[in-house]
């Protein structure tokens, strides 16, 4: 079961480990964001924020809701937030130290 679990982990940090869905972690934090608020935020089409918004939801770090014709995104729970910024003052505590 370990194994199985270790390899769950290691997925996980591999989705996290780009640039561009970490920041949409990161702006999924505070509130639920659609496509369209996510794209201007980040200053990237609406195609490419949805291509990431699939990865990090197949994943199950996002959860959507639908209204209307949007999709509203936001974070499948608050492990997601803990994760990223526990991982988030690691690395500021490791540059403050340098």
Do not use: W
């Not at 591999?14 to 972690?25: E, F, M, Q, S």
């Not at 609406?46 to 809701?65: C, E, P």
């Amino acid at each position: 079961m370990i194994n199985t679990e270790i390899n769950y982990v290691a997925e996980l940090f591999k989705v996290l480990g780009d640039p561009t869905r970490a920041k949409i972690v990161l702006a999924l934090e505070d509130r639920e964001l659609c496509v369209c608020d996510l794209a201007e935020k980040l200053k990237m089409t609406d195609s490419a924020i949805s291509h990431q918004l699939r990865v990090l939801k197949q994943a199950r770090l996002l959860t959507s809701r639908r209204d209307g014709k949007h999709l509203y995104y936001s974070l499948e729970d608050h492990h997601v937030a803990v994760l990223f910024d526990t991982a988030l003052e690691h690395i500021r505590e490791r540059n403050h130290s340098l």
